[in-house]
């Protein structure tokens, strides 16, 4: 490990944590799973696609809704705050 190259040891962080946002998913963690797919820049996409894989019950769909609108509306007011 301490002989890895630089582009390497990235990678493999960049899983765990790929991993750990996953594992966060699963869960029911929404939030934080979210927070950290966004750091990794995979973001919205591989949060719902992540729950078309897992299915949940009802009352898991609406903490998932809530944390895809919350997150939704963060990304909203960034994009329109970089306008002006």
């Known amino acids: 490990m301490t002989d890895e190259v630089p582009q390497e040891k990235e990678y ?3 899983s765990i944590r790929n ?12 939030e934080d799973s979210l927070i950290i797919f966004t750091q990794l820049g995979t973001g919205l996409c591989c949060f719902v696609v992540v729950f078309i894989i897992v299915q949940f019950d009802i009352p898991e769909y609406e903490t998932f809704l809530i944390a895809l ?5 963060q990304l909203k007011i960034v994009q329109m705050e970089s306008k002006y």
Not at 19 to 30: E, G, I, K, P, V
């Open 12 to 14: 493999r962080l960049y």
């Open 19 to 30: 991993l750990y946002a996953f594992d966060l998913f699963c869960q029911h963690r929404f």
């Open 69 to 73: 609108y919350a997150s939704l509306w």
